[in-house]
Each structure stands twice: as structure tokens, then as C-alpha cells.
């Protein structure tokens, strides 16, 4: 019999939320997007402290329409944008870059913060690149540090995908996703908190908060905020504005159930992220001698969604992979890896030099380090880790 039950995320909908959800349903008439996803946008808002939050239906919708809309209101909608990302990504990230028709370069990582190498990014300055928008991922909630981004390219839109990093501190104070123009986040089943499925687009951008809520729900005028409705409106008079449509929209809504999920999970939001963090401290003091870890990245400020392994060598990693299996223990690979091998993206013709990525990519993986595990796991996890290893 397994030593651990220890899967990569347990349930956290329990019984404040249930009876929050049965007392909703029995006095509610709209399940749809209404008064309490913006009650959850107002609260999410006020936590993450933005001024917009948009409610959408995943991390990855959320994505998609916040580069739809920023492509929209700050570029030429016919130009190709030119879009700068971390090659250790999340794979709809991607793709939305791709199904948008935009051209890809990707950077390396550093291992130890999990933010841009000096050396990939001197690389693009000095072949004279400028990006148009630079697509920050916080990965498994570890900040990025910007600085050196918005240093080289001060003019480029910087974005920020928060979908595994929700309260992580950049420097260990401010928030990540309030250093650009706009954030994303994902509440799926395995991150910091859920909403079943759903996510939020962040922004300060009055307008750009505008164009989003029309794309959210179809590119219907009647979602924009006064005065721009009313713009739209007189612009187009001879439509019906019930059914008015001055943008290219989609259907990334959430529903009042998500919403009161929501709103349950966010007061608890602090406690689990103070959990992990906790736990991501001792993990790093019980292997930080381990023989086979070759790094791991830094503590101050984190909000780690995962423990990650990142070792030597590539049989390192397998024989601690099958040595945690054995023990009850979950793994991952580490994100999916180097994006630029995965098979969606064979036909990508531009293939820089990341060597650390594709390092990460053949030695690295991750195991959950959600709020039901304890310290004295992780200290018992260790100590046959260790035995593995000798």
C-alpha cells in the first residue's frame, strides 16, 4: 500500500461553499452571467487591486480575449503583431497567439526565478527585434521580475498570465498582474482556487475593460459601459441596439453558480496561498541537499502552486519520478515543457537557442503542493526521496 495519498490537487468545495450554492438555487431565478459575477469581478478587483476584472469562462478564454481586445484598440487590426513569451509556457497560451495569426518569439528562462535570461534577451536586442506586446507567464506561482523587459522595450505592451500565480509578489510586494496593461487568471479545479472552470481578465484600461465586456458577450453594444454604449449606439442608428454588434466577439461568459463558488473561495484565497508558501519553504530546507536537485527557485514572495524537481539529469528525474509514484505521490512533467517540441507547433519555422528550457524540458517535473499538504509531509516525502538516491 502507498505510503502518501498525495494526488496533484484535492477538492476544495466543501461545505460552506455547498450550502452557499443550495441556499442560491433555491432563492435565485438567473443562473446565467448576472448580478453576482459582477458582485465576484467587484470583490476580485478589490483583492488583486485593479480597477476591471472581467468574469470569463476559462484561463484560456480569458487569453484570448484579452489579446483580442488589446490587438483591437491599441494596434491596426490587420497588422500581424510581433509576440514575445517564455518557451516554458502553458500550451492555449500559445495556440490563442497562433489562431490569432500573430508571430511567435520566445525567450528563455532563468532556473532559479523562472524569468527572462539576460542572455536570450541581449540576443533579441542586438538583431535590432522590437516586439510589439511581450507575454509575461508567472509560472507555477514564482513572479517574474520585468524589469529587464520593460527596460529593453519600453514602448511594448506587456501582459501578464497569472493563471498559476494568483497573490504571488513581485519582489516580494506588489501583486503580479498589475505591471501591464491587462492580466489573466484561471480558477480550473487545480489552481489556487476554483470556480469549477472560469477565469478573469484584469486591467486598469477603461477602454480596453469597455471592449471586453462587449467581446465577452458576442461584440454586443449593450454590454459596453455609458459613455461608449451610447457612442456605438448613435454611430450605428439605424440598428437596433438590442442587437447592435461593432465588434468581433465570442460567447466567454460565466454563470451566477460560478460566481457564488467564487466569492466562497476568494476569503479563503490568503489562507491557502500563506499554506503553500509555508510549504514551499520547507520543501526548499529538506532538499536543498539533495544530490540529484540541481536548483531550486526562489522563496520570497510565492505562491507555489507546485514543488518542482528540477534535476541533474534526465534518469535523475525518471528514477525520482517512479520512486514518488511508488509512494502515492503525483507527478507532472514541468508545464509541458519546451513548447517549441510539442507537435502543435512542428511547423514553427524560428527556433532560438533556449538551452535552460530545453534543459527543464528533459529534467524537470513537479508534484501538487496544495493547501491539504503539511510540513511534515514534505519532511517525509524527503527523507525517501533521499533514499532513492543512495
Avoid at 516554458?88 to 500559445?94: E, K, V
Avoid at 458576442?218 to 442608428?237: K, L, T, V
Avoid at 517525509?380 to 532513492?388: E, G
Wanted: proline share 4%; with cysteine.
Amino acid at each position: 500500500m502507498a505510503e502518501f495519498n498525495w494526488p496533484l490537487q484535492k477538492n476544495t468545495i466543501g461545505w460552506s461553499e455547498k450550502i452557499s450554492l443550495i441556499k442560491f438555487i433555491l432563492t435565485s431565478d438567473r443562473f446565467t452571467n448576472g448580478p453576482k459575477c459582477r458582485e465576484f469581478e467587484q470583490a476580485w478587483s478589490q483583492w488583486q487591486g485593479c480597477k476591471y476584472s472581467l468574469f470569463v469562462s476559462s484561463g484560456s478564454t480569458a487569453n484570448t480575449l484579452l489579446l483580442d481586445a488589446v490587438h483591437e484598440n491599441h494596434f491596426s487590426r490587420s497588422q500581424k503583431l510581433k509576440i514575445l513569451s517564455p518557451a516554458i509556457n502553458w500550451a492555449t497560451n500559445i495556440s490563442t497567439f497562433r489562431q490569432q495569426g500573430h508571430d511567435l518569439f520566445f525567450y528563455d528562462i532563468d532556473y532559479k526565478t523562472y524569468s527572462p535570461t539576460v542572455e536570450s534577451i541581449r540576443k533579441y536586442k542586438e538583431m535590432g527585434f522590437e516586439p510589439d506586446i511581450v507575454f509575461v507567464t508567472h509560472i507555477m506561482g514564482i513572479a517574474a521580475d520585468l524589469s529587464m523587459l520593460k527596460d529593453t522595450w519600453p514602448d511594448a505592451v506587456i501582459l501578464e498570465d497569472c493563471c498559476e500565480s494568483h497573490g504571488a509578489k513581485n519582489l516580494g510586494s506588489q501583486k503580479v498582474g498589475n505591471a501591464g496593461m491587462g492580466s489573466t487568471f484561471s480558477f480550473y479545479f487545480g489552481h489556487h482556487m476554483t470556480t469549477i472552470e472560469g477565469g478573469m481578465v484584469c486591467t486598469d484600461d477603461e477602454e480596453l475593460y469597455n471592449l471586453m465586456r462587449a467581446k465577452r458577450s458576442h461584440g454586443m453594444s449593450r454590454e459596453m459601459i455609458s459613455p461608449y454604449r451610447e457612442a456605438e449606439e448613435a454611430a450605428a442608428e439605424s440598428i437596433d441596439p438590442m442587437f447592435l454588434f461593432p465588434t468581433l466577439g465570442y460567447n466567454f461568459r460565466n454563470t451566477e453558480i460560478g460566481a457564488v463558488l467564487g466569492l466562497c473561495q476568494l476569503k479563503k484565497l490568503d489562507e491557502y496561498n500563506q499554506r503553500r508558501a509555508e510549504n514551499y519553504e520547507a520543501f526548499v530546507h529538506y532538499f536543498s541537499n539533495h544530490p540529484w536537485i540541481q536548483y531550486l527557485p526562489k522563496v520570497c514572495g510565492n505562491s507555489a502552486m507546485t514543488l518542482p524537481f528540477h534535476c541533474q539529469t534526465h534518469w535523475q528525474r525518471d528514477e525520482l519520478k517512479i520512486c514518488l509514484t511508488q509512494l502515492g505521490i503525483e507527478t507532472r512533467p514541468f508545464l509541458v515543457g519546451n513548447l517549441l517540441r510539442q507537435p502543435f507547433m512542428c511547423d514553427y519555422d524560428k527556433r532560438p537557442h533556449l538551452p535552460n528550457s530545453e534543459r527543464i524540458h528533459t529534467n524537470s517535473f513537479y508534484i501538487g503542493n496544495n493547501h491539504f499538504v503539511t510540513i511534515e509531509d514534505i519532511k517525509n516525502m524527503a527523507t525517501r526521496a533521499h533514499q532513492c538516491a543512495y
